[in-house]
Nanobody
């Protein structure tokens, strides 16, 4: 299995920056792709950004040019660098990993709250 632990959320003013971290443990060699999703109150969970094991990235249109998804393989850590934050970015952010273990599996972190004040 793969376990994920996020950190780095908090309160920031509009226009500011935050960096979220997601540390993966367990069968990390089986991971195909990782990503960040978010869920705002009363809304469905939505994709923010993903990165494959080969380094191919994908971003939601709403965050393109503002967010990046770097990773540090030596630390088994995925980041979400968020710049030029907007109030509409307020949500709980979840780290996600898709991996192979007796078939395709998905793991989620516990989530971290990001609040952007206007």
């Amino acid at each position: 299995q793969v376990q994920l632990v996020e950190s780095g959320g908090g309160l920031v003013q509009a226009g500011g920056s935050l960096r979220l971290s997601c540390v993966a443990s367990g069968s990390i060699f089986t991971i195909n792709a990782m990503g960040w999703y978010r869920q705002a109150p009363g809304k469905q969970r939505e994709l923010v950004a993903t990165i494959t094991s080969g380094g191919i990235t994908n971003y939601a249109d709403s965050v393109k040019g503002r967010f990046t998804i770097p990773r540090d393989n030596a630390k088994n850590t995925l980041y979400l660098q968020m710049n030029s934050l907007k109030p509409e970015d307020t949500a709980v952010y979840y780290c996600n990993a898709n991996y192979q273990r007796d078939g395709p599996k998905t793991s989620w972190g516990q989530g971290t709250q990001v609040t952007v004040s206007s």
